[in-house]
């Protein structure tokens, strides 16, 4: 139950980030700091969403004991979707739109930098077993 909580402080966080980033000029050091507030937090709920997706299927949900109507059940079922839909989506959309622009080479040298820490680890840690064979 913790994590539903916390995914839903996580979204009004990455929204109100992005909402207040307007409120300064740009170019501003705030506004930068705004933006880079929601990327992180976007990247953090996009993360989490798959956690929650695989604590969903490993641990179903408690059975309600008071009976509720099918449609109320199918629309409960529909509306969950949709907001994992979204929560997978947005994330997804938010990195295609930082394509064209200055800040997507910021991001992508970030993420190049540690896919290079990640693999050079790797590697090195597979060159000391074939050593130690």
């Known amino acids: ?14 929204f109100a980030a992005m909402e207040l980033s ?20 976007g990247l953090t709920v996009f993360t989490l969403v798959w956690v929650r ?6 641990s179903p949900a408690p059975l309600i004991h008071l009976p509720i109507a099918r449609w109320q059940e199918v629309t409960a079922k529909v509306v969950q ?4 839909l979204l929560m997978i989506a947005m994330p997804l959309l938010g990195w295609a739109g930082l394509a064209d622009t200055k800040r997507s080479r910021q991001v992508d040298s970030v993420l190049r930098l540690a896919a290079a820490c990640f ?9 000391n077993d074939q050593r130690n064979l």
Do not use: C, N
Request: proline share 2%.
């Open 22 to 41: 307007d409120g300064f000029p740009k170019g501003s050091d705030t506004r930068a700091s705004l933006k880079t507030l929601h990327f992180t937090l």
């Open 119 to 127: 693999v050079h680890r790797e590697q090195g840690s597979r060159g």
């Open 53 to 58: 997706l695989i604590a969903k299927l490993v």
């Open 1 to 14: 139950m913790g994590l539903h909580w916390l995914m839903l402080l996580l979204l009004v966080a990455v």
């Open 81 to 84: 979707a949709l907001l994992y």
